[in-house]
């Protein structure tokens, strides 16, 4: 089954303590990307990787890491988490070049995230 | 810059009934695709329709369908005959540009929550 994995799916933590949250897909894809969701504001980008050894910035990626030194894995770092990074987080993968013009976006179950 | 503007936060409407959820975009690129996902309180990004600027006729997908007016940068969502089960977030995204070469990046507008009344 065609599918983005996330894990913790839950996690509380406190403030400055690092964490990971791992994120695989079996589908190939080149491309991966995180967001994080915040009440009336929708998603927003943090960081994308157009395929291994390649990952630029998105629209919020201050706080964060990413790394991608294997196709199907995009782990998100949090170096010294704070409380403002407390949020759901999606990880989505696709293909790069666009197979046909409805490739969209495949979206994990989404990790909820507190900072205390 | 892009940016999708959802300006109804919340929204409700009687079982069966019709509801439309608006969408308006803005973008310079003249290839660019519309979509909408639906994300229920149990959190997971649903993928609903999508449509292409250069698209003649509107999308459809079973009881969605999407309402697309070029002119005027809208692309509200139609669904028809709601179900309870049509309780949810629903989000309206934008990828510029639409064959090889596009990154894929989806731009999200900030959603609306919509509850289906029996």
């Known amino acids: 089954e065609a599918q983005v994995t996330q894990n913790p799916r839950y996690l509380i933590t406190v403030t400055g303590k690092k964490l990971t949250v791992t994120c695989s897909q079996n589908?190939?894809?080149?491309?991966m990307s995180w967001y994080r969701q915040d009440p009336g504001l929708g998603l927003r980008q943090i960081y994308y990787?157009?395929?291994?050894?390649?990952?630029d910035k998105g629209d919020v990626p201050e706080g964060y890491k990413v790394s991608r030194k294997e196709k199907r894995n995009f782990p998100l770092i949090l170096e010294s988490p704070s409380p403002n990074q407390t949020s759901l987080y999606f990880c989505?993968?696709?293909?790069?070049?666009?197979?046909?013009?409805?490739?969209?976006?495949?979206f994990g179950p989404g990790t909820r995230l507190t900072v205390l | 810059a892009q940016k999708i503007t959802q300006t109804q936060p919340g929204m409700f409407v009687q079982e069966k009934e019709a509801v439309t959820l608006d969408c308006t975009y803005d973008?310079?690129?003249?290839?660019?695709?519309l979509f909408w996902y639906k994300q229920p309180s149990s959190g997971e990004m649903i993928f609903l329709i999508y449509?292409?600027?250069?698209?003649?006729q509107n999308a459809t997908e079973g009881r969605y369908s999407l309402n697309f007016q070029k002119a005027r940068k809208s692309a509200n969502l139609v669904i028809s005959a709601s179900q309870l089960g049509d309780s949810a977030m629903y989000f309206c995204?934008?990828?510029?540009?639409?064959?090889?070469?596009?990154?894929?990046?989806?731009?999200f507008g900030t959603g609306t929550l919509l509850a289906v009344q029996p």
């Open positions: 990787s157009m395929n291994v050894e390649v990952t």
């Open positions: 449509q292409g600027s250069y698209d003649q």
């Open positions: 989505a993968s696709s293909s790069s070049r666009l197979a046909s013009r409805t490739d969209t976006q495949y």
């Open positions: 589908m190939n894809h080149e491309y």
């Open positions: 995204a934008m990828r510029e540009g639409n064959y090889g070469g596009a990154t894929n990046k989806l731009i």
């Open positions: 973008t310079s690129d003249p290839s660019y695709g």
